[in-house]
């Protein structure tokens, strides 16, 4: 019965098919101009090979068993024959006598058997001729055995591959995923490259921050601000002591304020304090440059506008009301300086660690929260309330004594400078205020941020380079051709003479910094990896061009940590402020062979979760993308390292490669997926994390030698389609890929800091801002959307 319902269902689909087609020419691109169509009447037994490309050759060899109705396994041969209007009926018919074991065996005559013989006989010598190329070429065009699968094989695209054995096509897809859903639905041979992993991993790093700061932090922190508030007023009641109280009352705002940004409720406070209340909690949410009374930022002091629009969420913080009031709250508690200079602040500080110090729930909260974003994202950068704590502890002191004995307050004064010097690398080259501070929960040092700020001209003024550039970072931790574009390219030396000096000296310093101790140094220590080398790597690997790709691969993963990071990570700046019928056709793929970074992948991945397990912030959701993820780094891992040693791979692994883009989006949509949701596709996700395009603001250009003061931005764009031509089993195939479009742009220093959501409304009418100029020798730009021959690979049903 079901072979009976089988053989039907396959008359029916077959019948149904060869209705819907008309004969139309199927041309074959070469000399010859073979028509697929009519190979079905004659064969052209007697036509002169030696003139034929290997497309034409191999279409040739197979056509007398595409006549018997052999069913093709190769994805391209399929679809090409199944394109005329013979094949399909007599392939159809061909399996459902194969389901009986009644069809006759594939059969030729002896002059098809010579005809096939001449024709292998020609292909490999045109195999062997794979590697054969014109001065100044990478790619022998003529031998890619599918360039049918383009209709339109524009010569831009076509001179640029032939140079370079790839190029980079500007898309507008909203994910790289769908540029590889798009390949297994036109039977396109996938190029898998490291993009399509490294978004992965940031929509893996993003969703599970942004999960535990809803479900966890946000709540520990409401809590902690509440209950420092109430022993904080309460100190204010109690207190005999003149000095303890004004540090008291003055702290008491400090948490108000805090508690207001994050929950929208005002709590009561001094009289003294009720109107900088209001005034810094309306500074706050308006996020933009004002004098502040509350944090010393007056006209009369001659002092320039607190920037208030550092506190304006950005990055995943804008998604909704809980992440935004925890941005701004949370960028409260982390950048509200106290400092040593200041006898009143530095007051306050002791008082502030005192009353955390002492209480053990108040210490264990303030671990519980912080300790996680050390190991995710480093080391506090400023001094923070708990090691003051521990001064207070070294001196043996009561309050009062630290407070009224000018020689004890001296000393803890000192220790704690002292301090700040060790511990403080990223400071404004311009101090407005105290050199020194003190924060309750300071941001993090992350190494890149200390690159930007030392790869400034602070000394000449006009300054002869205000901003740095994302290519400081990665020259920085040793990545070679990003100090080759900075200095042939680009020039930096001319421009700055002190730029090699300074550059060789954060190579220095990056040296020195343990790249395992936090899972952003490991991300940042993967991107090195990105730009690996390795001898038996493709020749097209090797060349200076694919290094430009790996800088763009490693700039965008770069931009998406700064966006990751943009609450915690200190930011530098000069100044302060199915059914029956023949199997799936074979669709054969190609994953970018960079076993170094493979390897790093799965470390990275690793060390995340040891983060979330340590400190029991592990959720369904993040085990299970962290075990799928680690799954397809160890496959592809293994696809790399058996192209690498020139061994076959499986038919598995190529259905594996050929629905790779719809494995990473249901990965990824099962991150952005909301408990209350249910999201059957990418096209039901609403709101910014719908495209891969985000922003960050990394440098605040705002120098006392800076005429033209702005923010540095680093950004992704649009996903990018890239064409590679690869060797596979012996074949030079044309494969396409999804990249990263890398952009870097300033905007004035007094605009809002931009939201992912106007970044992504930006590109709607500037699609091509912040490119770089150095990444525009592999950019090809054409015309039209898509070059796929539909009719060939879609219109056909294949």
Known sequence: MKKLFLTLASVIVAMTMNAQKKPHPVIIPGKAHIDVERLNKKLPLNIDVSSLSIAETRILRNAPAARQGYCFMEGDLRGLFDATSWYSEKMWDRYSKEEDNKAAPIKYSPEEKAFIKKLEDHENQLKAKNNDVPDGMMTNMDNIINPFQLNDFEPRLYNAIAKNGFAIVPDKKDQLFHIYENNDYRQFPSFVTTDLYLQAFHMFFDCLLKETEQQKFSPMVTDFIKQNYDLMKQEAATATDAKIKAAAEHNTAYY?????????????????????????????????????????????????????????????????????????????????PFGTDKDDQLQQALLMAQTVGSNHKLTKMYNDLTAPITYLMGMPDDVSILQVYKEIQKSGCTLTELFNDDAKFEAIRTALEELSKKQSRIKPKFLMSSAYKICLMPQRYMPDGEVLQEMVDYDNSPTLRGTPKGLDVLASIGISPAERILIEELKEQQNWNMFTSNLERMKTRMGEIDWDQTVANKWIASLKDVNSKNKKYPNFMQTPQWEKKNLNTALASWAELKHDAILYAKQPMAAECGGGGPPDPIVKGYVEPNIAYWTKAIELIDATMDVLKRFGLETEKGTTAAADLREQAEFLLNCSMKELAGHKLTEQEYNQIRVIGSTF??????????????????????????????????????????????????????????????????????????????????????????????????????????????????????????????????????
């Not at 002092?303 to 969420?313: A, D, E, L, S, T």
């Not at 605040?700 to 540095?712: D, Y």
């Open 256 to 336: 108000a304020i805090a508690y207001a940004l994050i929950t929208g409720k005002v709590l009561p406070v001094a009289a003294s304090y009720t109107e900088m209340v209001k005034e810094e909690i309306a500074h706050v949410n308006d996020a933009g440059t004002f004098y502040s009374e509350f944090l010393g930022y007056t006209s009369e002091r001659e002092m320039p506008k607190f920037i208030y629009n550092i506190y304006r969420p950005r990055g995943h913080y804008t998604r909704n009301e809980t992440l935004q009031r925890y941005f701004r709250a949370m960028m409260w508690l982390q950048n509200v």
């Open 665 to 798: 989006e249901y990965i990824t949509l099962n991150l952005v997926t909301e408990p209350d949701e249910f999201l059957s596709e990418w096209s039901e996700v609403n709101g910014a994390d719908k495209s891969i395009a985000v922003v960050a603001d990394v440098y605040t250009a705002n120098g006392l030698n800076n005429p033209n003061k702005s923010v540095l931005y680093e950004a992704v764009g649009p996903a990018h389609e890239i064409y590679v031509v690869v060797e596979i089993d012996g074949y030079l195939y044309l494969t396409r890929g999804a990249v990263f479009s890398y952009r870097e742009f300033q905007e004035d220093v007094a605009a809002p800091r931009t939201t992912d959501e106007e970044w992504q409304k930006s590109l709607e009418t500037q699609p091509d801002k912040g490119i770089p100029n150095w990444m525009k020798e592999i950019i090809v730009p054409l015309e039209k959307e898509s070059l796929d021959n539909e009719y060939i690979f879609y219109s056909s049903g294949c």
